[in-house]
């Protein structure tokens, strides 16, 4: 072979590894350029504060067609939903499109939303001509401690209380849940009321984790609980329960136990 042949042979395969190594790095260099915003988690979670209870607020972006959608919980119980104008220097900007309806999303809409974004943290802002909201927010699963409810209040409760005729029947909890806006738990009464609530999970404070109570299967007992909410406290010598406003039961507060089987 000759000596041309061998450096010919030599810069073909420095080539090939050289075309291979760019096809590696290509992705890399892509990434980068995107920067953090493109890699924002997708789901945030929060809670604003209205008449000294926790109302929740969660944010889900979808960045396959760059839209978002903002939910918010009792007592606003609405839905606004935006699509993404600008990204850039920790930002993205939204014009929000359509709103569910509401006193609070139809003061909103038509509107502008930012999420300023700082790793796992944001500040929500939502703003429109008549209205305005900022929020502090967390990336899904990273909310502090504080902010969420205990893990130990999760699972089967029971307390038992007085109807109208003075007659005692049980009541339930299961709870679920740890982050604002987190549903799938559940009151519900024992018979002779025989009616059952789903809950959702609206924040925590001092007082304890509030859920609100979202309409369920009927009857009297359990629709006048409705658009209140069940406020748990784990403490040291009992889990109690308060109903905010009161109805009468659990006044000013009820023991809760777990089943014993």
């Given at each position: ?7 010919h042979?030599h810069?073909?395969?420095h ?31 929060g ?32 839905r606004?939903?935006?699509?993404l ?37 944001a ?9 305005a ?7 899904s ?44 738990g ?33 009857g ?8 209140r ?6 403490g ?26």
């Amino acid at each position: 072979m000759s000596k041309y042949d061998c450096r010919h042979r030599h810069r073909h395969r420095h080539r090939r590894r050289s075309l291979a190594w760019l096809a590696l790095l290509v992705p890399l260099f892509a990434q980068a350029q995107a920067g953090p915003d493109a890699a924002a988690p997708a789901a945030w979670v929060g809670a604003d504060t209205l008449d000294g209870r926790p109302s929740s607020v969660r944010l889900t972006l979808q960045p396959a067609n760059d839209t978002a959608q903002i939910v918010f919980g009792e007592p606003r119980n609405c839905r606004l939903d935006a699509r993404l104008s600008h990204r850039g220097d920790g930002q993205l900007q939204y014009d929000l499109v359509a709103a569910s309806g509401g006193r609070w999303c139809n003061r909103l809409y038509p509107g502008r939303v930012q999420l300023q974004v700082q790793g796992n943290q944001a500040t929500l802002q939502v703003r429109s001509d008549v209205a305005a909201a900022s929020t502090a927010m967390w990336a899904s699963g990273e909310l502090p401690d504080a902010a969420s409810a205990p893990g130990a209040l999760r699972g089967r409760w029971l307390t038992q209380v007085q109807t109208a005729a003075m007659q005692p029947v049980m009541l339930q909890l299961d709870l679920a849940g740890r982050e604002p806006g987190d549903a799938g738990g559940t009151a519900s009464y024992a018979s002779p009321r025989n009616c059952r609530v789903p809950l959702r999970l609206e924040g925590s404070t001092a007082d304890g984790a509030w859920y609100s109570v979202r309409p369920g299967n009927g009857g009297s007992a359990c629709d006048r609980l409705v658009g209140r909410w069940l406020v748990v406290q784990a403490g040291d010598a009992a889990t109690t329960l308060r109903i905010r406003p009161a109805i009468g039961e659990c006044t000013p507060s009820c023991v809760l136990e777990r089943p014993s089987r």
